[in-house]
T-cell receptor, first 112, second 113 residues
Framework: DQQVKQNSPSLSVQEGRISILNCDYT??????FLWYKKYPAEGPTFLISISSIKDKNEDGRFTVFLNKSAKHLSLHIVPSQPGDSAVYFC???????????FGPGTRLSVLP | DAMVIQNPRYQVTQFGKPVTLSCSQT?????MYWYQQKSSQAPKLLFHYYDKDFNNEADTPDNFQSRRPNTSFCFLDIRSPGLGDAAMYLC????????????FGPGTRLTVL
C-alpha cells in the first residue's frame, strides 16, 4: 500500500528544456513534502521542500508545486542540465514530523 | 566536512549469520534513522532514535535491532539475515524540528548468500 507514488520510473529530457517530475499521495494528513536527489553511490540529498500552507516554492532552477485537492505535487527543473541526471525521490510527512514516507523515485536523464 | 559516514559500503553475509552495519555523524544531530531500500523501491524507515529514545516502526521485523551508544554512532544489527534482507541500508540524521531536512549517508549494500 504505497502512500507516496511516483508513477514514472524514468524520464529523459533534452538539455535546456523543462523537466517535470510528478508525485501523488494518498494520505490527506500529509502536510510537509520534500524532494531529494540521489546520485549513484551517494546518499539522497535534500533539494527543496513545501508545506501544505503553500502551493508553490521556488529555489533557483527548481520549483515545487502542490495541489492539495488532487493530492499531487510536481518538481519542475528549468532549464535542465546534464548534472541534474539522478534519481529524484518525493517524500511526505504528517504534522511536519520527521517520519517521512518516500516514493520509489524517478530516474531523470538529461541528454546533452 | 561534516557528514554522515556508513561502514562498510558493501557487506556480504551468509544466510542466518548476524551482521552489524554502522553509521557515524559529525553533524551532532539529535535524530538518527535507519532506512531499508530494496531495488527500485522507496526507502522504508525501519526505526529512529531521538537522542537515546528508540522509535521502532510498527512493521519492522524483530530480526532488526539497533543501538546508539552515543550521539555520533548508531548501529543496525540483523540477527539472522534472510535472502529477503538483501538491500541498501541508509542511515540519516536530522535536528529534531520537523521541517529540518535529513542528511543521508551513502548507504551500505548488503548481500546475503
Amino acid at each position: 500500500d504505497q502512500q507516496v507514488k511516483q508513477n514514472s520510473p524514468s524520464l529523459s529530457v533534452q538539455e535546456g528544456r523543462i523537466s517535470i517530475l510528478n508525485c501523488d499521495y494518498t494520505n490527506s494528513m500529509f502536510d510537509y513534502f520534500l524532494w531529494y536527489k540521489k546520485y549513484p553511490a551517494e546518499g539522497p540529498t535534500f533539494l527543496i521542500s513545501i508545506s501544505s500552507i503553500k502551493d508553490k516554492n521556488e529555489d533557483g532552477r527548481f520549483t515545487v508545486f502542490l495541489n492539495k485537492s488532487a493530492k499531487h505535487l510536481s518538481l519542475h527543473i528549468v532549464p535542465s542540465q546534464p548534472g541534474d541526471s539522478a534519481v529524484y525521490f518525493c517524500a511526505a510527512s504528517v504534522n511536519y514530523g520527521q517520519n517521512f514516507v518516500f516514493g520509489p523515485g524517478t530516474r531523470l536523464s538529461v541528454l546533452p | 566536512d561534516a557528514m554522515v559516514i556508513q561502514n562498510p559500503r558493501y557487506q556480504v553475509t551468509q544466510f542466518g549469520k548476524p551482521v552489524t552495519l554502522s553509521c557515524s555523524q559529525t553533524l551532532n544531530h539529535n535524530v538518527m534513522y535507519w532506512y531499508q531500500q530494496k531495488s527500485s523501491q522507496a526507502p522504508k524507515l525501519l526505526f529512529h532514535y531521538y537522542d537515546k529514545d528508540f522509535n521502532n516502526e510498527a512493521d519492522t521485523p524483530d530480526n532488526f535491532q539497533s543501538r546508539r551508544p552515543n550521539t555520533s554512532f548508531c548501529f543496525l544489527d540483523i540477527r539472522s539475515p534472510g535472502l529477503g534482507d538483501a538491500a541498501m541500508y541508509l542511515c540519516a540524521t536530522s535536528r529534531p524540528t520537523g521541517t529540518d531536512t535529513q542528511y543521508f549517508g551513502p548507504g551500505t549494500r548488503l548481500t546475503v548468500l
